[in-house]
T-cell receptor
Framework: DAGVIQSPRHEVTEMGQEVTLRCKPI?????LFWYRQTMMRGLELLIY????????DSGMPEDRFSAKMPNASFSTLKIQPSEPRDSAVYFC??????????????FGSGTQLSVL | DQQVKQNSPSLSVQEGRISILNCDYT??????FLWYKKYPAEGPTFLISISSIKDKNEDGRFTVFLNKSAKHLSLHIVPSQPGDSAVYFC????????????FGKGITLSVRP
C-alpha cells in the first residue's frame, strides 16, 4: 500500500498567488481530512469529507480557502489569493469510516507551504 | 477554544528512564483517545489508542492511562530510547460515523543518550 500521497512536498510562492495542494487517499478509505500544522495552533482540522461529500468545513479559515473531492481517489485544497500567514505544513489524512468504530487516521507526508 | 490540551510544549528525559506525556480534554462527549508520533518532515503516525470503557492500554514500551473523571490521559514510555525523540500529539473523538479527530498542540520529547 502506497499510503496517503500528497503533492507537492514543498511550495514557495508569492503573496497573492493561487496555491493548489493535492492528495490521493489510501485506496478503500472513504473519509479524507485536511489538517494544517502551525507552532501556535498545532494540528487544526480544516475540512473533512465522507464518501466525497464535505461534512464539516468549519475549520476553513476564510473564503480564500476551498477544498474539493471530485472522486474517491483525489482531493485538492486551494488557497486564492495566498497570504504570508498561510505559511504552514498542510497534511492530508484518510481512514475507513463506518461500522462499530472508526479506524485510525493515516497521514501523508505533508506539504510545506511558504508564502513570501 | 482548545478542546484537547497539551500544556507542556517540551520534555527532556534520560535514555532508559520513564517519559510521561500528559493530555487534558474538555469535551465530555469524547470517548476515544489516540496518541500520534511525528518525526521531522514526516506525517504523524498512529502510536496507541484507548476507548473510554478502559482506563489502561498497553503496547510494548507504551502505556496509555485514562482518567475520565479528571478528563485526563497520559502516555508512559518505559524505557525511553533516543529513537523516541519526536513530537507526540494527543487526539480525541466522539462516537458517530461523522466523528472527527481533534488534536492537541503536541509535545516535543527529547531522549538524551
Amino acid at each position: 500500500d502506497a499510503g496517503v500521497i500528497q503533492s507537492p512536498r514543498h511550495e514557495v510562492t508569492e503573496m497573492g498567488q493561487e496555491v493548489t495542494l493535492r492528495c490521493k487517499p489510501i485506496s478503500g478509505h472513504n473519509s479524507l481530512f485536511w489538517y494544517r500544522q502551525t507552532m501556535m495552533r498545532g494540528l487544526e482540522l480544516l475540512i473533512y469529507f465522507n464518501n466525497n461529500v464535505p461534512i464539516d468545513d468549519s475549520g476553513m479559515p476564510e473564503d480564500r480557502f476551498s477544498a474539493k473531492m471530485p472522486n474517491a481517489s483525489f482531493s485538492t485544497l486551494k488557497i486564492q489569493p495566498s497570504e504570508p500567514r498561510d505559511s504552514a505544513v498542510y497534511f492530508c489524512a484518510s481512514r475507513r469510516t463506518g461500522g462499530v468504530t472508526n479506524e485510525k487516521l493515516f497521514f501523508g507526508s505533508g506539504t510545506q507551504l511558504s508564502v513570501l | 477554544d482548545q478542546q484537547v490540551k497539551q500544556n507542556s510544549p517540551s520534555l527532556s528525559v534520560q535514555e532508559g528512564r520513564i517519559s510521561i506525556l500528559n493530555c487534558d480534554y474538555t469535551n465530555s462527549m469524547f470517548d476515544y483517545f489516540l496518541w500520534y508520533k511525528k518525526y521531522p518532515a514526516e506525517g504523524p503516525t498512529f502510536l496507541i489508542s484507548i476507548s473510554s470503557i478502559k482506563d489502561k492500554n498497553e503496547d510494548g514500551r507504551f502505556t496509555v492511562f485514562l482518567n475520565k473523571s479528571a478528563k485526563h490521559l497520559s502516555l508512559h514510555i518505559v524505557p525511553s530510547q533516543p529513537g523516541d525523540s519526536a513530537v507526540y500529539f494527543c487526539a480525541a473523538s466522539a462516537r458517530g460515523a461523522n466523528s472527527k479527530l481533534t488534536f492537541g498542540k503536541g509535545i516535543t520529547l527529547s531522549v538524551r543518550p
